[in-house]
């Protein structure tokens, strides 16, 4: 299998389980829940739920024991885009190619979608306990909470809106991304480790440092993109982070001085992979489509 | 020690925790976990930790365990409170005599604090893993998540903003108020009977009838005081319901038939607690203080 075709099994496997995990949308209330599947279901990369796969597959983790973790992420991303694009917030109309979700619904409705999907990612995982051990899935709990709070990426977000027009650093750029995004990928990689049952500190440093090279690769990519991409193929207006006067790594490092970071953190997140004994193709390959993806 | 020492001693020890649950307002980012505070620590009744403590007390539940739990039925609380306040909810300028989050802050901070909280709800009641065995933890974190969600406490604000204006009937009044406030209160009383060990399905059937009792009639009582008090007593404009045309229990049986259903809910939490081996005096006192209530 490719990896790409490894992308798409996995793309799709995970997408019918999120479909079935959020409640039909005729139960009450019904636009609640039309606003979830909405919001959840529209065409998004899914690079959360297949960073868990491709983790413990690596890990030779059963593919059921990853489902729960996989969902949980992607509905945590979710709820979080959802919030994010809220007029009081980023203020976005377009998402994915479609209306966000309080142009579509309304915003109390987009407000409690989020909320709910938040709940929903720990309801998810907590169903987990057939395939997962209590102090395996309990960790996992405790790395996605963490991950997802005011330390994390919510935090993140509370720094980026505050940051928006101010001239950051490098190292203040990089701290607000490791939180807004960094926190979730590697949360992402640990579940997906966690799932097969191994735990062991210096594999997870390793894991935790590739995961921090390919968050940061994968925001200095779409910041990139946000320059170079086009609308359609972005699903979003291009050149909106100029628009909205965000800190970018281009408008630190100029184009090409973010294209050549986005090569340096891809060879650290490669050389973090070497510190494990396992064989982590996939994982390479993944951090290879981060640095090079088109949307 | 009398009911309201019990209040008042277990008042100040779940807000002691509290307090230092949410990261301190100078760690970054430090608008965020300010508006966390200010939003968690305002003068609450804490109805819910209390029925926690109370129902742990009477199974002999170590206080130390109990407090894991408390914290978390406030925090999805306050959570929830932030979110109903937003404009584009339920548009409330005063909260418990104060500001409301949005308004002493902004509502972009606002969003993030309530879906900071909710996050911090889980994490919190995960880091009583020393106190609470695996499985009774795992068994009340899917009981909070299943009260605060889209079938819970969320979807109950769906359904309360979408019935805004329309006239419904005593039964899907009841069902919006079982789900928007009898879940969670419903969650407190069993988080704080699993905290003690025990799980015996018949107990926990007189609880869920003695809690869908006391919520019924917590929030028929919100619903008269909000005709028969006064916006200092209550902390938020009197009358609010009326001027927002509000279904409520007064608009649907009168003052005096809302009080009659009041005093019936009463009645039935107290013979659900006479299905219990337990000595549940706090139980039964915790029932009247919520239809005698004056704010």
């Known amino acids: 299998m490719t990896f790409l075709e490894f992308c798409a099994e996995h793309r799709e496997r995970v997408e019918q389980r999120l479909s079935r995990a959020i409640p039909r949308d005729d139960i009450p209330p019904t636009r609640l829940h039309s606003a979830m599947h909405y919001s959840v279901l ?15 597959a690596m890990m030779g983790a059963h593919p059921e024991s990853l489902d729960a973790p996989a969902q949980a992420v992607e509905l945590i991303h979710a709820y979080s885009l ?32 989020g909320d709910a999907l938040q709940t929903l990612a720990f309801e998810v995982l907590l169903q987990a306990e057939s395939d997962i051990k209590p102090a395996a899935l309990l960790r996992m709990l405790k790395q996605l909470t963490h991950a997802s709070g005011s330390l994390g990426m919510g935090g993140g977000q509370a720094i980026d809106l505050a940051a928006t027009g101010q001239v ?27 799932a097969s049952g191994r735990q062991d500190a210096s ?21 990139i993109l946000d ?27 100029g184009l090409d001085g973010a294209k050549q970071h986005a090569k340096n953190q ?30």
């Open 42 to 56: 529209n065409p998004g990369k899914r690079t959360r739920p297949l960073l868990v796969y491709a983790t413990g």
């Open 168 to 194: 950051l650093s490098l190292q203040q750029l990089e701290t607000m991304h490791l939180m807004k995004t960094g926190a979730l990928i590697e949360a992402s990689v640990l579940l997906g480790y966690w």
């Open 227 to 253: 320059i170079e991409s086009d609308t359609a193929t972005l699903g979003k207006p291009q050149g909106s982070d100029l628009a909205a006067n965000k800190a970018t790594y281009p408008a630190l490092l």
């Open 82 to 113: 959802i919030h994010d694009d809220l007029p009081c917030m980023d203020d976005d109309e377009l998402r994915r190619g479609l209306p966000t979700c309080h142009i579509q619904f309304d915003e109390a409705t987009a407000v409690l979608a």
């Open 266 to 295: 891809h060879a650290l997140a490669l050389e973090a992979l070497n510190e494990l004994p396992y064989n982590s193709l996939l994982l390479q390959q993944f951090a290879q489509h981060i640095v090079e993806r088109d949307r």
């Open 203 to 223: 594999e997870e440093l390793a894991l935790k440092q590739y995961s921090r090279a390919i968050g940061l690769a994968f925001q200095i990519r779409d910041d």
